[in-house]
């Protein structure tokens, strides 16, 4: 025996290896496979946390940007306005407009006009234009400039009209052949009125281009720190303009360079949107995420770019711990894996026992629930379902050998009322059985009356069916109650809750009904009446139960028309027996006095009357003065009276 146990448990030790193999095949994944995708998960979460903060930081930026670069616009544009209100500036500007020839102005005149000029172009030691211009608003020539070698030369711009005169604004033009030939610059213009015309006659600008605009865009690179006395360029900031200028400041440049950029992603965005954040490939081919300002009246944006290698710095050092991370919890779980597999399969067997038990129906076996570790949950688990299906396959039995109870129940009030010959007795028995072995709190019967369009109350249970009964409670057929509904469609009703049904009628002598039902009493499609049960329970009716009350109704619609068939034939047997033995009282009789008195007294014991009277109207025999035989007016014979009097 020992050889043979020794033998079985060889033959069962591989069993047990393969199972924990294949076991452990099965759960590696389900552990690596979630430890990886949660990893996934969680770089493309930090990702995105990092993408949103660099959006928020980068559109911050932009907006910071674009305010520094409105309120530089505006400092400039207080400054020109207030040079329009110098009297010197204004009264040569007047001056030299007077003149039709240009040429021979008076040298002191421009002179005077370039010292205010050059006063207007700083202030405080802070050079607040490249270049300051007064022009004829005509046709844009040059009047006098900071810088004279412009002088006595038409400005396109002015003299095209790209740039408006009769407000005071600021624009950037490019590749102007005067301003700013192959290059940017931003024009400050401000319009002045000196011979008191309604339209401007001449045109203040102040011109910033090469230092001064790349001193700006300098101001604007937020990204950019000096340590010691270098600087370190992280990300950029440059302008855009309409249609394709890129408007960037180069590393180590002191003036900005404009560029053509077709495909720039800036353009396309800003047909959507002035304002926003985008992914795309730098014009150093590096990948960048980029905020952008988008100033409509300037025709120009503010673009704020961060390398994304920048951005995802913190998230790269992640990955090789990530990785680590990973594969360190694989091989872990590899050893859990098998480690649980082994220790599980052994008390697998008496778990086994357990289901291989119930499956028989042998609810009294569990299983020891000795361990403290999901086994032992496991094994608790199990005696419990088994608690819960035995309970349940005897609350199943319970609820059969009930409704089987019912069944029999039903079974029974129909044979107690079939067994009732008389239809008033038949209806009185039925409801009381119904109320009584049902336990329902009322129950009453109403049959059609011979119109068929009122529902007549003909017996009801207890003091209030009384009631009921004595002050003949009936109700129209398809009126608004259950029982002129169900008699008007010939389908059972139930009232789940009669404080709710449409269709119930309340009765204030039945203050406790909370539920009502009613079947149809029928015959072959007639309705005769209807049965109505009321309970003090909402929702008392299943269907089951609607289900045997019609089966009951049916049983009594077939007892009730079988009743009535029984005292119809009755009523028709004992008239005929009547009529016979009256007409056999005849039989001899000659004389017609004796034949009409033993007709009064033999109706009078058949019928059960106080007072039975025969009249015959005697033959038409006159005599004198219209009367008759026997002297009486009229001929009419006297009457026979039967029984009573």
Do not use: C
């Not at 070698?149 to 095209?160: H, S």
């Not at 490019?174 to 009125?193: E, G, H, K």
């Not at 404080?499 to 009904?513: A, M």
């Amino acid at each position: 025996m020992q050889a043979t146990g020794n033998t079985i448990r060889q033959q069962r030790a591989p069993r047990r290896g393969s199972l924990g193999r294949r076991i452990a095949f099965v759960l590696l994944p389900l552990v690596v496979v979630p430890v990886v995708l949660m990893g996934a998960i969680a770089y493309i979460r930090t990702r995105d946390i990092l993408r949103r903060q660099a959006d928020a930081q980068l559109t911050s930026a932009a907006e910071s940007q674009a305010s520094t670069l409105d309120q530089w616009a505006r400092a400039r544009e207080q400054r020109l306005q207030l040079g329009t209100q110098r009297t010197a500036l204004v009264q040569e500007t007047a001056n030299l407009l007077a003149l039709t020839d240009l040429s021979g102005a008076p040298s002191s005149s421009r002179e005077a006009l370039r010292s205010e000029l050059q006063a207007l172009q700083a202030r405080e030691s802070e050079l607040l234009f490249s270049s300051l211009v007064i022009a004829r608003a005509s046709d844009g020539l040059i009047l006098a400039s900071t810088r004279p070698e412009w002088e006595n030369i038409a400005l396109p711009a002015l003299r095209d009209r790209a740039l408006p005169l009769e407000a005071l604004s600021t624009r950037p033009v490019f590749d102007d052949a005067v301003l700013s030939p192959s290059n940017s610059a931003i024009v400050t213009l401000a319009p002045m009125r000196v011979t008191g015309g309604v339209s401007p006659d001449s045109v203040l600008l102040g011109v910033n281009s090469d230092l001064r605009l790349g001193a700006l865009m300098q101001q604007l690179q937020v990204y950019w720190e000096m340590r010691g006395v270098y600087r370190i360029e992280r990300g950029a900031t440059y302008f855009v303009m309409a249609p394709d200028l890129v408007i960037q400041l180069n590393r180590y440049a002191t003036s900005p360079e404009a560029v053509a950029v077709v495909n720039h992603p800036v353009f396309q965005a800003v047909q959507d949107s002035n304002s926003g954040t985008l992914a795309y490939t730098g014009l150093d081919g590096i990948p960048v995420l980029g905020a952008y300002e988008w100033i409509p009246q300037w025709g120009l944006g503010v673009v704020a770019e961060l390398p994304q290698a920048d951005v995802y710095a913190d998230l790269s050092s992640l990955a090789p711990f990530s990785l680590a991370l990973i594969v360190i919890a694989a091989a872990l779980s590899v050893l859990v894996v098998v480690f649980v597999t082994n220790r599980m399969l052994r008390p697998l067997e008496t778990l086994s026992q357990l289901a291989e038990r119930i499956s028989r129906g042998d609810w009294a076996y569990r299983a020891p629930e000795d361990r403290n570790d999901e086994l032992g949950a496991l094994a608790t688990g199990l005696n419990r379902m088994a608690d819960d299906l035995s309970g349940m396959y005897r609350s199943l039995e319970a609820r059969v050998e009930a409704r089987t109870q019912q069944i029999r129940t039903a079974a029974a009030v129909a044979r107690a009322v079939v067994s009732t010959p008389v239809l008033n007795d038949l209806m009185r028995r039925a409801v009381e059985l119904i109320r009584d072995r049902f336990g329902y709190y009322h129950v009453s019967i109403f049959m059609l009356d011979d119109e068929g369009k009122m529902a007549v109350l003909r017996e009801s249970t207890g003091d209030v069916g009384m009631a009921l009964k004595a002050r003949g409670h009936e109700l129209a057929v398809g009126s608004q109650s259950i029982i002129g509904w169900v008699t008007a469609n010939n389908q059972p009703r139930v009232a789940s809750d009669v404080s709710s049904d449409p269709v119930h009628f309340k009765n204030e002598l039945l203050p406790e009904t909370r539920s009502e039902a009613a079947v149809p009493l029928q015959v072959g499609g007639t309705v005769l009446g209807a049965l109505d049960v009321q309970s003090t329970d909402p929702g008392a009716f299943s269907p089951e139960d609607v289900e045997v009350l019609q089966t009951l109704a049916d049983q009594l619609s077939a007892a009730i028309q079988n009743a009535r068939l029984a005292q119809a034939s009755a009523i028709a047997a004992d008239r005929s027996r009547v009529i016979s033995e009256i007409t056999g009282q005849f039989s001899g009789m000659l004389d017609v006095d004796n034949v009409l008195r033993t007709a009064a007294h033999a109706l009078h014991r058949a019928l059960g009357q106080p007072e039975i009277v025969v009249r015959l109207n005697a033959p038409e025999a006159t005599g004198r003065d219209g009367e008759g035989e026997n002297g009486k007016e009229g001929g009419q014979a006297p009457p026979f009276i039967g029984g009573g009097v």
